[in-house]
C-alpha cells in the first residue's frame, strides 16, 4: 500500500494526515511521526501564560486520537531527510536512531524558536510558545508585585533564495515571523492587571524588530498605535532585540529598554532536521520552498506545510491549516482520488484575545499581498470566537475540517 509519512503533529501536520485519510479511507497507509505523544493547542498558551486556562486543558494526546482515526503515530525526534532515498532519520523515545521509508512525504515540523540567539534568554526570558514556556511565566505572573514589562519578538530569519514558486506579492519580506501572540498579550496582561487591581502598577512596553503589526494595513496598525496610547502602553520599533538582562532588554544596536519581566516571542529560524536534511530540499533560511500545491521544487513526493514552508509569511496557524489541507487534497488527487484542490488564498486571520475583560480583536487582513480587506474589530463575540475555536480544537483532537464554519480565528 502507498505510505504516506507526515511529519510533526500541529496545525500544519495534523490538518494533511486527517485530510488525507478522510479522502483515502483505506487505500493509503498514513503514519504521523511528531517529537512529543502530546500537543497542545498553541492558541490557547497565551491564555497559559495569564492563569486562565491550565496547559493540561489544551493538550492531545496523540498516540490516542491518531490511532482511532486509523493514522499511525510514531514518537520520535527527526534528524534528517534524506529526499533522494525517501528517508526520515529520528531518534525514538529511548533514544534510538531509526530510519523510516515514504512513498510521500508531508513536512509539518515548523519552525525554530532561536532562544539561544538571545543572550540571558535561559536566565531572564520568558514566552509563551510553547506548553512549559507558558506555565513558567504564569508562575512568574502571579508573584509579579508590579513594575515595568517588555513584550516583542524576536527577528525572523526568513530564508530568500531559492524562493518557492508562488506570486511574488504572496511571500513579503518580514521582520518578524509572527506578532500576533504580542498583540493578544498586551491586551490580555491589560485585563489580567486589572482584575488584580494593579494595573497602576504596571508599566508595559511593545517592541517590534521592524514596524508593529506590518503584516496589517496601515488603517489597522494606526488604530492599534491609539488603542496603545489609550492604555499607557508604549510601542518601540526597529527594536532588533540582542540580549536579556535583569532589568533591561538590549537591541542589536545598543538600544535599550527598562524592563523588570521580559517576555519574548523568540527569533525564528529554519527548524535544525530540515537543515541537516537533503541541501536541495531547503531554501538559504532552512524553510521548505514549494510550488501552490505545497510540492517541493525539487522532489516531487514531498510536501512541506505550516511554518515549515518557506511560503507560509507570516508564521500563522490559519495558514498552517490551509497549507496542510491543499496538501492533503493534491496528493489524494495524484492517487486517483476525485477531489477538488483548494486554491492556496494568504490572508490574516486570528483573533487576539482578552479574557478577563471579555472581548477580543478579530483580525482578517490581506493588504499584505495586495488584497482590499482590513478588518480589526474589537467585540464581545469575538471572545466567544476564541473560546468555540479552542473547544473545537480539543473537541475534534486537532481536526480543522471544519474550520471555515468558525467564521473566524
Ligand atoms: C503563542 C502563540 C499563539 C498563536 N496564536 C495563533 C492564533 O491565535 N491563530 C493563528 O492562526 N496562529 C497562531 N499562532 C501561530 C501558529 O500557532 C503556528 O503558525 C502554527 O502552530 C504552525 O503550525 P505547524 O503545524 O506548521 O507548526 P508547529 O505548530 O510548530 O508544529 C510543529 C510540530 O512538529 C513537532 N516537531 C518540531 N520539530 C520536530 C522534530 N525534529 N521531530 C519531530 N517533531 C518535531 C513539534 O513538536 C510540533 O508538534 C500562534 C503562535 C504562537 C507562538
Known amino acids: 500500500m502507498t505510505k504516506v509519512l507526515v511529519l510533526g503533529g500541529r496545525f500544519g501536520g495534523l490538518t494533511a494526515a486527517y485530510t488525507l485519510k478522510r479522502l483515502a479511507q483505506r487505500s493509503l497507509d498514513v503514519k504521523l511521526l511528531n517529537e512529543s505523544r502530546f500537543t497542545y493547542f498553541r492558541p490557547g498558551l497565551p491564555h497559559v501564560a495569564v492563569g486562565y486556562r491550565d496547559a493540561s486543558e489544551l493538550s492531545v494526546d496523540l498516540k490516542e486520537a491518531l490511532p482511532s482515526k486509523g493514522i499511525q503515530f510514531q514518537q520520535g525526534k527527526v534528524l534528517k531527510v534524506d529526499a533522494k532515498a525517501n528517508s526520515v532519520l529520528y531518534r525514538d ?9 515514504y512513498d510521500y512525504l508531508v513536512i509539518g515540523i515548523g519552525a525554530h524558536l532561536a532562544t539561544e540567539a538571545v543572550k540571558g534568554w535561559d536566565q531572564y526570558g520568558y514566552s509563551v510558545c510553547e506548553a512549559d514556556f507558558a506555565t513558567k511565566l504564569w508562575e512568574r505572573l502571579r508573584n509579579f508585585q508590579g513594575g515595568t514589562i517588555t513584550i516583542g519578538s524576536g527577528p525572523f530569519y526568513q530564508g530568500k533564495q531559492p524562493r518557492p514558486k508562488v506570486p511574488e506579492n504572496f511571500v513579503p519580506a518580514a521582520d518578524s515571523a509572527c506578532e500576533g501572540p504580542v498583540f493578544e498579550l498586551s491586551l490580555m496582561l491589560t485585563g489580567y492587571f486589572k482584575s488584580k487591581g494593579m494595573l497602576s502598577k504596571v508599566k508595559m512596553t511593545v517592541y517590534s524588530p521592524g514596524e508593529y503589526l506590518s503584516d496589517l494595513s496601515p488603517a489597522s496598525r494606526k488604530t492599534v498605535a491609539e488603542m496603545y496610547k489609550g492604555m499607557g502602553i508604549e510601542l518601540v520599533h526597529n527594536f532588533r532585540i540582542k540580549e536579556i538582562r535583569e532589568k533591561e532588554v538590549v537591541s542589536e544596536d545598543g538600544k535599550t529598554l527598562e524592563s523588570d519581566l521580559s517576555i519574548l516571542l523568540p527569533p525564528y529560524a529554519g527548524n535544525p532536521a ?108 469575538n471572545h466567544l470566537k476564541k473560546e468555540l475555536f479552542t473547544k473545537y480544537f480539543m473537541w475534534t483532537k486537532g481536526d480543522m475540517a471544519l474550520e471555515k464554519f468558525l467564521g473566524s480565528w
Open 93 to 101: 523515545q529511548l533514544g534510538n536512531e531509526r530510519e523510516e521509508l
Open 274 to 381: 530540515l537543515k541537516n536534511s537533503t541541501p536541495d530540499l531547503i531554501d538559504d533560511g532552512g524553510f521548505v520552498p514549494t510550488d501552490l500545491n505545497m510540492t517541493s521544487l525539487k522532489y516531487d513526493n514531498v510536501y512541506a506545510v505550516g511554518d515549515a514552508n518557506s511560503a507560509t509569511v507570516p508564521k500563522l496557524g490559519y495558514l498552517a491549516v490551509q497549507t496542510g489541507r491543499i496538501a492533503a487534497q493534491h496528493l489524494a488527487s495524484r492517487l486517483g482520488i476525485r477531489t477538488k484542490v483548494d486554491t492556496y488564498a494568504p490572508t490574516i486571520v486570528c483573533v487576539a484575545d482578552d479574557p478577563y475583560e471579555g472581548f477580543a480583536v478579530g483580525v482578517k487582513d490581506d493588504t499584505w499581498y495586495g488584497g482590499t480587506t482590513s478588518i480589526a474589530q474589537p467585540s464581545n463575540v
